[in-house]
């Protein structure tokens, strides 16, 4: 198994920025590629970034978001940029045992419990 806490939420004005933490602990080896997934109020969840454990392949949907991790502490980090009202959302970490980097969150095998990022207007 393979639990994920994710961290670094929190409330910001428009225009702002927050970093997101993704703390994996247990089977690491495990893990080939650890995502990003938002969900919003009434709102089906939408995938953000993706980030493979070697560091090699990325896969984004926004360029004010960027991921990265720290193999060391296996944490995978979101920097969030010029945030907006609609970023608003409930962020989750996930991680795939895949040999890819999916975009699809029904490809993910390990989910966190998320993290409430709130940006006002």
């Known amino acids: 198994q393979v639990q994920l806490v994710e961290s670094g939420g929190g409330s910001v004005q428009a225009g702002g920025s927050l970093k997101l933490s993704c703390a994996a602990s247990?089977?690491?080896?495990?893990?080939?590629?650890v995502g990003w997934f938002r969900q919003a109020p009434g709102k089906e969840r939408e995938f953000v970034a993706a980030?493979?454990?070697?560091?090699l392949g990325r896969n984004y949907v926004d360029s004010r978001f960027t991921i990265s991790r720290d193999n060391r502490e296996n944490t995978v980090y979101l920097q969030m940029n010029s945030l907006k009202s609609n970023d608003t959302a409930v962020y989750y970490c996930?991680?795939?045992?895949?040999?890819?980097?999916?975009?699809?969150?029904?490809?993910?095998?390990?989910w966190g419990q998320g993290t409430q990022v709130t940006v006002s207007s």
């Open positions: 996930a991680a795939s045992r895949l040999n890819t980097i999916p975009v699809v969150s029904t490809l993910y095998d390990f």
């Open positions: 247990g089977r690491i080896a495990s893990i080939y590629a």
């Open positions: 980030i493979d454990w070697s560091g």
